[in-house]
T-cell receptor, first 113, second 110 residues
Framework: KAGVTQTPRYLIKTRGQQVTLSCSPISGHRSVSWYQQTPGQGLQFLFEYFSETQRNKGNFPGRFSGRQFSNSRSEMNVSTLELGDSALYLC????????????FGPGTRLTVL | KQEVTQIPAALSVPEGENLVLNCSFTDSAIYNLQWFRQDPGKGLTSLLLIQSSQREQTSGRLNASLDKSSGRSTLYIAASQPGDSATYLCAVTGNTPLVFGKGTRLSVIA
């Protein structure tokens, strides 16, 4: 069974631009969660989607948004990029809830210049 | 607000040694606790998941215990190998999605 895939793997953007990251969960998994990982803050929860509905949202500004499609694939968007948005963005999928075993993708490394 | 702490932040051991990584959490109302491994620049690999009703889980050379009442979990690694070198993270889920500790960076020296 294929694992969680994330595209692109690396991105370089400049301040003020926007970016869209994509995540394809493991087949059959309906819950997708997004996390931001930085050296200073560690791993922080962004949002969780289940059946195209946002089930939970972390403490991030409205510039961070996401969505889930009917095939469970998910995208997250960051608008008006800031230098502090430079991070590894990780997507995780699980069967039903984030309380089930989570399987992580390799991440997208975003660098904002 | 749930907070997860991992001690030590870094650990270096010679190959073959048994070792224990510690994780503590402030709110004992959790559904489960998960241990993950992260290699540099990579995503997370799930190692063990312990439900709140369980006391421990084992997988190969790994054994994780959970004491919910005291807010503690340990990950025991037997007969460590250089390939075990990575950052180990614990995370709990309760009324909120996963809350992670900052990890323990383990180096196993051949």
């Amino acid at each position: 069974k294929a694992g969680v895939t994330q595209t692109p793997r690396y991105l370089i953007k400049t301040r003020g631009q926007q970016v869209t990251l994509s995540c394809s969960p493991i087949s059959g998994h309906r819950s997708v969660s997004w996390y931001q990982q930085t050296p200073g803050q560690g791993l922080q929860f962004l949002f969780e989607y289940f059946s195209e509905t946002q089930r939970n949202k972390g403490n991030f500004p409205g510039r961070f948004s996401g969505r889930q499609f009917s095939n469970s694939r998910s995208e997250m968007n960051v608008s008006t990029l800031e230098l502090g948005d430079s991070a590894l963005y990780l997507c995780a999928s699980s069967l039903v809830t984030s309380g089930d075993t989570q399987y992580f993708g390799p991440g997208t490394r975003l660098t904002v210049l | 607000k749930q907070e997860v702490t991992q001690i030590p932040a870094a650990l270096s051991v010679p190959e073959g040694e048994n070792l224990v990584l510690n994780c503590s959490f402030t709110d004992s109302a959790i559904y489960n606790l998960q241990w993950f491994r992260q290699d540099p620049g990579k995503g997370l690999t799930s190692l063990l998941l312990i439900q709140s009703s369980q006391r421990e889980q084992t997988s190969g050379r790994l054994n994780a215990s959970l004491d919910k009442s005291s807010g503690r979990s340990t990950l025991y690694i037997a007969a460590s190998q250089p390939g075990d070198s990575a950052t180990y993270l614990c995370a709990v889920t309760g009324n909120t999605p996963l809350v992670f500790g900052k990890g323990t960076r383990l180096s196993v020296i051949a």
